[in-house]
């Protein structure tokens, strides 16, 4: 696992590099930034670099490494970097100036220490010929995110006073064992100890640093194991072990309490980013370990287990209940008499809510969903099949009631919206109703960042942006899950999801166009009816209440 080199004398080097070594026999750069501005200026290519490739380093290495030329205070050397492949988190041993530029995605990360801990600043994705300068101080991580390019890059290190080896001595943090080794070679995961020049006290890291150091970590040993490469017995599955283990949740608890607030609205945008992107990169991982990476369309496959916990219950508590029990005393006294059709009906949670305490019989309520997932957990509560709303027939059946929860149709491309009104309409019975919540359009003022379902064992990150696509607004929502049990930390990314936002009295409107006039909109929490003028209300949430013409 040493140094591959590969001496050259200048005049064997392609003029690029050779540019960049006699400016450097020259003149030392002041600073690392001039020595970026260096490599710039060399107008290095891609192809120069080819006669140093790596790509079939040994799956022990996290990256090839070549020596390419050495002076008296300076190294040049260039990199290989096939998918998936990670440096672990590193310094550059006695390298004072320095630069890298990378010829294709590179995901580059930047850490301080604090407090004993070390901590993620900023991971992000680099462009080809994007070079960064590298100083003593600089603590780093870089590696190939993608699944099928490879790519290399070129690395200048340099000291003021001339030294044997440039990089020696470099710091190599082993946050799984709160060490950091001292190496003369490549900082590469899973070294054996005799590459060690020596071991010292290290850091750990927090949550999401330690999280992703791990699951770089497991990649590392997988890719060992699958080539049948010696390792100490059980290696692998400690360390798949340690990455999920259930007592990081005080960690995350930590990390979440610095950095969101007490409305859940998190105050630090470059950490909340960083704590989703490490987060992301863990719940791959362990559904690759799982054997059901691709094998998942259902966005709510993982999801509908925890829905009740983080969405469903809290709202129905909130405010769905109110609303239901308004509906039933103002409009619908008889409810307990009527068939009733639930669009979008989740788990159930809500249905059988309308069962147990506004008197529907269990046999005249009926769920349909699109998602598989969810199907299964409303069959544990109520009747329920996989359907969809566009798809409704009404020489199938004619409904008394249609309700809808938690603005499902606002999460119909927009061009369907309006249909489906009409086919919930087209369901109803002359005389019948629907009642359902939607958002405003301005949901996001109130929209947390993090909801915690009672019993403190499972989180929701909810990362909202508004978006527009072809002069229509959507709320796009990214949702990562953490779930606790007495074991495991079990993660759940549920991806993005998009809900429409139409102006609130657009919406009033398509109403009225399949209903008739007996439209009615109240502020989903305070149950105030809401003008006609109203484009949105205090809570951000509305219901409708709309009654089918003909009765």
């Known amino acids: 696992m040493a140094v591959m080199q590969e001496f050259h004398t200048l005049t064997h080097l392609p003029p690029s590099l050779q540019y960049i070594a006699t400016r450097l026999q020259e003149s030392p750069p002041t600073h690392p930034g001039a020595m970026r501005q260096l490599v710039l200026e060399a107008g290095v290519r891609a192809e120069d670099l080819v006669p140093w490739a790596d790509f079939d380093h040994s799956p022990a290495d996290s990256y090839g490494r070549k020596l390419v030329y050495q002076g008296d205070n300076f190294e040049i050397m260039v990199m290989s970097w096939r998918p998936g492949d990670f440096s672990t988190i590193h310094d550059h041993g006695y390298t004072q100036w320095g630069a890298v530029q990378v010829f294709g995605p590179a995901e580059h990360a930047t850490f301080r220490q604090e407090e004993g801990q070390l901590i993620t600043l900023a991971r992000w994705r680099m462009k080809e010929g994007d070079a960064i300068g590298v100083s003593h101080q600089l603590v780093h991580q870089m590696g190939n995110p993608t699944e099928n390019t490879f790519f290399m890059s070129l690395h200048v290190y340099g000291t003021y006073e001339a030294v044997d080896n440039v990089t020696g001595m470099a710091r190599l943090f082993d946050l799984e064992h709160e060490q950091i080794h001292r190496v003369n070679g490549g900082v590469f995961f899973a070294l054996p100890s005799q590459e060690y020049v020596r071991t010292e006290p290290g850091p750990r890291g927090d949550f999401p640093t330690q999280l992703r150091h791990m699951v770089e970590l497991v990649r590392r040993l997988s890719k060992m194991k699958a080539a049948e490469l010696d390792l100490p017995k059980d290696r692998w599955e400690e360390a798949v072990s340690c990455t999920f283990a259930a007592d990081q949740k005080e960690a995350l608890w930590q990390k979440l309490d610095v950095i969101v607030d007490d409305a859940g609205h998190f105050t630090d945008s470059v950490q909340w980013r960083v704590l989703n992107t490490e987060l992301k990169e863990a719940a791959q991982l362990q559904q690759e370990l799982r054997g059901r990476l691709r094998a998942v369309h259902d966005p709510f496959q993982d999801y509908a287990q ?91 059946r004619m409904w008394d009631v249609a309700f ?41 003022r109130w929209y947390p960042n993090v909801l915690r379902a009672a019993g403190g064992n499972t989180v929701s990150l909810r990362t909202a942006r508004l978006i527009e696509e072809e002069g229509i607004n959507y709320q796009e929502s990214e949702i990562i899950n953490i779930h606790f049990d007495d074991q495991q930390m079990h993660l759940n990314y549920a991806g993005k999801h998009k809900r429409y936002l139409p102006p609130v009295f657009r919406l009033r409107k398509c109403f ?40």
């Open 404 to 444: 809808s929860g938690l603005n499902v149709l606002q999460y119909l491309p927009h061009h369907h919206l309006k249909d489906a009104i009409h086919k919930v309409a087209a369901i109803l019975k002359p005389g019948g109703w629907f009642i359902g919540d939607f958002i405003t359009p301005d949901h996001i």
């Open 306 to 396: 925890l829905y009740d916990d983080l969405i469903c219950g809290p709202c129905l508590d909130d405010f769905m209940k109110r609303y239901l029990f308004f509906f039933q005393e103002k409009y619908m006294p008889n409810l307990s008499e009527a068939s009733v059709i639930s669009l979008g009906c989740g788990t159930g949670l809500v249905e059988r809510f309308i069962i147990d305490e506004l008197g529907v019989k269990w046999e005249r309520m009926y769920g349909i969903d699109l998602s598989k997932a969810m199907i299964r957990e409303a069959r544990k509560r109520i009747q329920a099949d996989v359907g969809d709303i566009l798809e409704l027939d009404p020489r199938v």
């Open 512 to 551: 009225e166009s399949a209903f008739g006039p007996e439209v009615y909109l109240y502020d989903a929490v305070t149950l105030a009816p809401l003008p006609e003028w109203a484009d949105s209300c205090r809570s951000t949430r509305y219901v409708v209440i709309a009654r089918k013409r003909g009765h």
